[in-house]
């Protein structure tokens, strides 16, 4: 049902990743360390869930002084309402950016018509906490009660369509997190060098994991081919000093070990021990 709702928005959605895209394209290197910082990829998992933590927390606990004021007649809680909201409200700038950057990321369809519908729900309550927030500074404590609770019901729809889409689409999820494979010990031959060529990216199978193999003289990088941030196929990504890019949304990652040089990826990349032995690269490590 929900993707039956976000669909409709489809066209619109679609727009406004491009428009977010081109936006931090022409904003260049600044743009790109924006991007990273807003993703998590210095954190090692997504900023959004981060931020979202702390406006629901707050937002609860809101609500929940305001009732006891209301409704039980509770005195004394207007200051630290006002305070915890201004918490809330500051978290919720940096979760609607992130968010946002997030979202320009996203495949195109119902993962896409999904997470904008939760962008756009959760404006609209983060609009009624907004105006919550100004009376409170008015010193309008009781003007302030509806439209926290009319903002805090809509922000709980949009969590519940945050959670969908990440539960169902494993949107922002490591997408090599559940196929470890199995560590084998011993070195496997995955291709003869001959066949690697020098400076390019190479894909192989290992067992029936994909890889990508660079070669750089005699020595052979390996990582798995599915891009840790959305599956992407690293092997038809661009090179660069050390690093492969991302064909896809342009997360780098470093061909020594995996890390995160810059996002939207937030989990490093895995990687394998290579070496070369007969005129054959051999690769040890996690595979299917
Ligand atoms: S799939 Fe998104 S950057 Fe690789």
Redesign the pocket.
């Known amino acids: 049902m929900i993707e039956r709702v976000a669909k409709p928005l489809a066209g619109f959605l679609n727009w406004l990743a491009g428009l977010l895209d081109a936006i931090y394209r022409a904003l260049g290197r600044p743009g790109k360390l924006l991007q990273d910082l807003l993703n998590g990829t210095w954190l090692g998992h997504s900023l959004h869930a981060v931020l979202v933590d702390v406006v629901v927390g707050g937002a609860t606990a809101v609500v929940f002084l305001d009732v006891l004021r209301v409704v039980f007649g509770v005195t004394g809680t207007e200051d630290a309402g006002t305070w915890v909201l201004a918490l809330t409200y500051a978290a919720g700038v940096g979760a609607i950016l992130s968010g946002w950057t997030d979202f320009k990321?996203t495949a195109s369809g119902n993962e896409r018509n999904v997470v904008g519908l939760h962008g756009i729900i959760n404006a609209v309550g983060f609009a009624g906490f907004g105006f919550s927030l100004f009376q409170r500074l008015q010193g309008n404590p009781d003007a302030a009660f509806w439209p926290m609770l009319i903002g805090y019901a809509i922000i709980s729809v949009g969590a519940y369509i945050g959670g969908h889409v990440v539960f169902k689409y494993g949107y922002m999820v490591n997408r090599n997190a559940f196929n470890r494979g199995k560590r084998a010990k011993e070195f496997t031959a995955v291709a003869p060098l001959a066949d690697v060529p020098d400076g390019a990216a190479t894909q192989v199978t290992f067992g029936t994991t994909k890889v990508v193999l660079v070669r750089r003289g005699d020595v052979v990088h390996a990582l798995k081919d599915t891009?840790s941030?959305?599956?992407?196929p690293l092997s038809q990504g661009e090179l660069g000093d050390g690093t492969i890019t991302?064909p896809?949304?342009?997360?780098v990652f470093r061909l020594r070990d995996g890390g995160v040089v810059h996002g939207?990826?937030a989990s490093r990349q895995v990687t394998y021990r290579t070496r070369i032995a007969d005129g054959q690269v051999e690769l040890q490590g996690p595979h299917d």
């Open positions: 990321d891009c941030h959305a599956g992407g991302c896809w949304h342009g997360s939207p990826a």
